[in-house]
Structures are given as structure tokens and as C-alpha cells.
């Protein structure tokens, strides 16, 4: 599967956006997905994940409450909202597709990767 993730760019701290990934392919519900970021400077770390039928989800204790995750089998896209954006939200973020059975958020599960979107937060 082939992702391409966008819908980043500057906003003020307390906006919002949303980030879009399409997948390629006709297996798209087959796949679970998840949104990381990097920072600059810092490691990549995960954001959250969204099974493959889009009832379990999960997410970073960093932005629980500001950022909801959501996918359209249907157009082979999952969303990441995010709200209430902070300066330390800054970052390139990638989303990611995995085969497992278990969505998780760890890095290594996932196979597949999008080339990342930038978002930057200004304060």
C-alpha cells in the first residue's frame, strides 16, 4: 500500500487542523493505521491509531482530548483532527499502515509508511 498524507501547514497556537492520508489499493480496510510525529531534534513518536474498522482507537497521552482520529473505508482515508494545537505540536507527521492484528502504537508494527506532512504551530 502506498500512502500519501496531507493537509499540514502553519497555524496559531489554539487553531486547528485536519490531516488527511489515502492509501492506494483496494485492501484499505484491511489495513490498521496510525498517525506519528517528529519533531525537530527529537525522535519520532507516535500520536495514534485506528484499527481497521475504526472502533478502537487510541492515542498519546500528549494529545488526548485535542486530536480525534477517524478513517473513510470507503475512500481509503484515514483523518487525524487536531485542535487546540500547541507550539509543541510542531512537527512533521507521518501516518503509517499495518497488517497486525493488534493496532498499537508502536512504530515497529507498522510496514508501510506516507512521506509526512509539516505542521507548524506558532505561538
Known amino acids: 500500500v502506498q500512502l500519501q498524507a496531507s493537509g499540514g501547514g502553519l497555524v496559531q497556537a489554539g487553531g486547528s487542523l485536519r490531516l488527511s492520508c489515502t492509501a492506494s489499493?483496494?485492501?484499505?480496510?484491511?489495513?490498521?493505521m496510525g498517525w506519528f510525529r517528529q519533531a525537530p531534534g527529537k525522535e519520532r513518536e507516535f500520536v495514534a491509531f485506528?484499527?481497521?474498522?475504526?472502533?478502537?482507537?487510541g492515542f498519546a497521552d500528549s494529545v488526548k482530548g485535542r486530536f480525534t482520529i477517524a478513517r473513510d473505508n470507503a475512500k481509503n482515508t484515514v483523518y487525524l483532527q487536531m485542535n487546540s494545537l500547541k507550539s509543541e505540536d510542531t512537527a512533521v507527521f507521518y501516518c503509517?499502515?499495518?497488517?497486525?492484528?493488534?493496532?498499537?502504537?508502536?512504530?515497529?508494527?507498522?510496514?508501510?509508511w506516507g512521506q509526512g506532512t509539516l505542521v507548524t504551530v506558532s505561538s
Open positions: 489499493g483496494r485492501t484499505f480496510s484491511t489495513y490498521g
Open positions: 485506528i484499527d481497521w474498522s475504526g472502533t478502537r482507537t
Open positions: 503509517a499502515a499495518t497488517r497486525s492484528m493488534v493496532v498499537t502504537g508502536t512504530s515497529g508494527n507498522y510496514g508501510y
